[in-house]
């Protein structure tokens, strides 16, 4: 029997959550892909505006497991830009050194199931043997090894203890060390390099029609990283390149990736200094938040994440929206995975790291009777912008 | 005689001894695998406890496959590869055989891979029947290649095709590996097997992040129970093999006791370290090696055997 759908998922090894793929194949090659997103909805923008503003920041931590620090900044980001609070020197380094950590402990499991995708399983366990040292920081820092609770409105949860600094530098000396072995390893490695090189290509033009966003398009060629576009926190007070890769393949993705986890130690380790000599406090107390509306970004380890929250005085949100970086990541799959073999496909797949919690949302489209009816959203959502331009010219 | 002959299969070389020892040396690869990867390993009985255990499970038949041939495939390889062994066995260690025992054995191999494709397909699984593909695929890249590296022994020891006369005219002039054709053939053949057993680089059929185990998708209970002995059986037959075509055999009295085992675990190591240190390779990757490379390599060495390198 010779298939022409090959379906990935809901459930499927190469993916840790429920996802639907449709590969159309002919042959080993795939022709069409189709998406299907919505396994794992839970309704976290609901809930939260159930909950109350500090509640909230505790509830978007849960969103993710992996990035379950930047969901909290971007969140936190956006209650502060209502009334534009200010957050004390130390906490910012103190985001920042936890945001970034986050960034290495995603990369370094990233790498690691890349490998075991492409059956490489040697280097997937070498890869996590270096990440369990970053879950140790993470205990030493916040006590947990995985949903730290560090975020407040105003500043952080817990002061980094001065005492644990000089462990803290020893384990970084350490990773350093590892990350520039790894990148060597990587960059050297003729079987990895063959397998990968050239494996599901997004063009810069691609990566640009589907603004796709964080590593996904750096490895494209375009440049954008929210911590240089914005320098939240303490991101404009410490030195660190942006990388931008040319190739879009996923050898380049996978480079990008480890020559960010060496940039992140960069940072970490300038923080770790600035906050051996600076003082204060971590906290500004914020007793009420003020009605308005604000948006909080955050380069998540996979790409721009984006929290908009509306506030109309009382002590909850009214309306708070969670964009994830997936979300506009997942549908480039259409110009990467298009005429490469199923085998490709799939490391392909996995290539823009993925994290499909953080993209669930349902969408119940229903016509004026209440029936739910199927029209093309696209068609809508291209009225809806013909309507609003026209009312522009309007009013103009 | 008639019980000799039933003890040779059922017991040494054949059944028995062959599973023990394909499940022992299971436990060696999957022990070493996991120290090279920094984890703890298996303890030692793993893999007879995970054989009996599957052996309890229920054995579930999937509605849509065709019947007899999902359930006779399994067990037809595990008696092909004990024929295997026992021929290979009684040439090792009784110096007994007939004439054309190696084609005979090289046939059964193949037969082995055709089993296993005939099993996939037979289920109506999506992933079963991409993975017998290429496990067809897989096999029409390492065949030939395979063969060929067989057939140097054969010319070298003066067109013999019986494994007790290639074994004899090893222990006159030294074993074949010595020479240049040999050693190509030792190495080529090691890639073959890598390829025929389907570990890593080469485990392109199950591919078990892509097709989730391919061919043996739909197997469960003993019908896996037997899969995986096969596998673990293929781990002392190939071996076993190479040792008879290019090591020489083995000399069962005194110290060469101690040369046979070093032999064996010299073809496992290798097998181990390329599996370890490789990611999985495509299919057309696979069979461009196999075409480009190790088949022409393989017609070098039958060249420099015929004139006696």
């Not at chain 2, 029947?129 to 030939?144: Q, T």
């Not at chain 2, 078990?208 to 061919?215: H, L």
Request: proline share 5%; aromatic share 10%.
């Amino acid at each position: 029997m010779i298939a022409n759908s090959i379906p990935i998922g809901p459930f499927h090894p190469l993916l840790e959550e429920a996802e639907y793929f449709e590969l159309k194949v002919d042959g080993e090659t795939v022709v069409d892909i189709d998406m299907e997103i919505g396994w794992m909805h839970r309704g976290h923008e609901f809930i939260s505006e159930m909950k109350t503003f500090t509640q909230s920041i505790y509830l978007v931590e849960r969103i993710c497991g992996i990035c379950s620090t930047s969901h909290p900044i971007a969140c936190v980001h956006a209650i502060e830009d209502i009334d534009n609070i200010e957050i004390p020197i130390r906490a910012k380094y103190i985001r920042t050194l936890v945001g970034e950590l986050e960034r290495i402990h995603s990369h370094l499991l990233w790498l690691g199931l890349a490998g075991h995708f492409i059956g490489y399983d040697t280097l997937w366990m070498w890869v996590w043997r270096y990440r369990e040292p970053v879950l140790q920081m993470f205990e030493i820092i916040s006590g947990n090894r995985n949903h730290y609770g560090m975020m407040r409105i105003g500043g952080v949860a817990k002061d980094v203890d001065p005492a644990s600094i000089p462990d803290l530098a020893k384990i970084f000396d350490m990773l350093g060390k590892k990350m520039a072995m790894l990148a060597g390893a990587v960059k050297d490695d003729p079987v990895l390099r063959s397998r990968l090189k050239g494996v599901g290509v997004l063009s810069y033009d691609d990566a640009v029609a589907y603004c796709a966003t964080g590593p996904t398009s750096r490895a494209s060629g375009v440049r954008g990283d929210v911590r240089k576009d914005e320098s939240t926190d303490a991101y404009g007070l410490v030195e660190f390149d942006e990388i931008v890769l040319p190739n879009g393949d996923v050898y380049d993705k996978l480079v990008l990736r480890v020559l960010e986890v060496i940039e992140s130690v960069k940072i970490c380790r300038q923080c770790l200094e600035k906050l051996k000599e600076i003082k204060g406090p971590i906290l500004n107390d914020v007793k009420e938040i003020s009605p308005g509306e604000g948006i909080g970004r955050y380069e998540a380890p996979r790409g721009e994440v984006f929290h908009y929250i509306r506030s109309d005085g009382s002590n909850r949100p009214i309306r708070h929206k969670v964009r994830a970086p997936s979300f506009v990541n997942i549908p480039t799959y259409t110009a990467s995975c298009k005429g490469i073999p199923v085998a490709d496909v799939l490391i392909t797949l996995a290539s823009i790291d993925p994290c499909y919690c953080c993209t669930e949302r349902s969408l119940k489209v229903v016509n004026k009777e209440n029936d739910p009816c199927l029209i093309d959203l696209l068609k809508i959502s291209r009225e809806k912008t013909e309507r609003i331009r026209r009312e522009i010219n309007g009013s103009k | 005689m008639i019980g000799w002959k039933i003890f040779y299969l059922l017991v040494f070389p054949g059944l028995l001894f062959t599973g023990v020892l394909g499940l022992i040396v299971g436990w060696v690869d999957r022990k070493l695998s996991a120290r090279l990867q920094f984890r703890v390993g298996p303890p030692f009985f793993q893999n007879f406890n995970d054989f009996l255990k599957l052996l309890g499970k229920e054995t579930i038949i999937v509605k849509d496959s065709i019947k007899s041939v999902f359930v006779a495939t399994p067990l037809a390889a595990f008696g092909f590869l004990v024929l295997i062994s026992t021929m290979i066995g009684l040439a090792l260690f009784f110096h007994e055989g007939f004439v054309g025992d190696l084609f005979v054995i090289m046939y059964l191999l193949m037969i082995f891979s055709v089993l296993v494709i005939l099993g996939g397909s037979s289920t109506g699984n999506v992933y079963s029947s991409i993975g017998s593909g290429r496990e067809i695929k897989l096999l029409l890249a390492d065949e030939l290649a395979f063969i060929l590296i067989c057939l140097i022994p054969i010319i070298k020891s003066g067109y013999q095709i019986q494994l007790k006369n290639i074994l004899e005219v090893q222990s006159v002039q030294g074993p074949f590996i010595s020479s240049v054709s040999g050693a190509i053939a030792f190495v080529i053949g090691i890639l073959c097997i890598q390829a025929k057993m389907t570990l890593p680089p080469f485990h392109i059929p199950e591919a078990e992040t892509e097709i989730v185990g391919g061919p043996y998708m739909e197997y469960s209970g003993p019908l896996l129970a037997f899969w995986q002995l096969n596998h673990y059986m293929m781990f002392v037959i190939y071996p076993f093999l190479l040792i008879a075509l290019f090591l020489g055999g083995f000399d069962l009295h005194g110290i060469g006791i101690l040369w046979a085992v070093l032999k064996y675990l010299l073809i496992i190591v290798i097998m181990i370290l390329i599996k370890n240190t490789n990611p999985r390779i495509r299919i057309d990757t696979a069979l461009n090696f196999f075409w480009r490379y190790a088949t022409p390599i393989s017609f070098i060495g039958i060249i420099l055997a015929v004139f006696g390198v």
